[in-house]
């Protein structure tokens, strides 16, 4: 296996794998805490979605040959609450995610140095990669951390349960050593 496959394959899991975090953070809200801002600096879950989806599409249409900027992208009106529904919001969420896989699925070892622009910054396509693999996990950091709070019953653990960290551990070290990506676990684990 070459290692920049093993690299954009690792990407593609580490993608999957927040998207599955913040679905399963999602999940366990009832609609209207989505819309639940705390104060006028805060930002609803579903104002972030909405940015992340607004990102996704714009970063991601056109991968290699368009500013990663559109000129249709209005970033400032991600930040005004346009979706008013759970069902709406998953949506243009999935649209998001949808981009973002169909830019990345079709990227060889030879894409990784191209050069692409977000704002007319140039940007190895790696480096464009690791920039949206840091940006969206922060967001979803936030749905993740928002939804806990919210949550109005027993929240189901998204990482390892508070005080179960030995007996994880205990079953990690009772298996052979493997190679694999830490998602291949996890990604089943959240099922």
């Known amino acids: 296996m070459e290692t920049n496959n093993t690299y954009l394959e690792s990407c ?3 993608f999957l794998y927040y998207k599955t975090l913040g679905e399963k953070a999602i999940e366990q809200l009832e ?15 579903a104002i972030i979605i909405q940015h992340l989806a607004g990102n996704m599409l714009s970063r991601w249409t056109d991968f ?6 559109k000129e249709w992208r209005n970033r400032d009106s991600e930040f005004d609450e346009k979706i008013n529904t759970k069902e709406d919001l998953l ?6 995610w949808d981009c973002l896989f ?4 079709p990227l060889v070892d ?6 692409i622009y977000i704002r007319n910054e140039g940007h ?7 920039r949206q693999l840091a940006h969206y996990p922060y967001h979803i950091g936030q749905i993740v951390f928002y939804a806990k709070m919210l949550k109005k019953t027993e929240w189901n653990s998204l990482s390892i349960p508070k005080n179960k ?5 205990a079953e990690k070290f009772s298996k052979d050593k493997s190679i694999k990506n830490f998602t291949d676990d996890e990604l089943n684990r959240l099922k």
Do not use: C, H
């Not at 290699?64 to 900027?69: A, I, W």
């Not at 169909?102 to 699925?105: D, H, P, T």
């Not at 030879?110 to 050069?115: A, K, N, V």
């Open 110 to 115: 030879r894409d990784l140095s191209t050069i």
């Open 31 to 45: 609609p209207e805490q989505l819309f639940v801002s705390v104060n006028e600096d805060t930002n609803s879950i």
């Open 165 to 169: 960290s030995n007996s994880y551990n």
């Open 64 to 69: 290699l040959t368009t500013d990663g900027e």
């Open 91 to 96: 949506i243009y969420w999935q649209k998001g």
């Open 124 to 130: 190895t396509v790696m480096e464009a990669i690791n």
């Open 12 to 14: 593609k899991k580490q």
């Open 102 to 105: 169909n830019a990345l699925n």
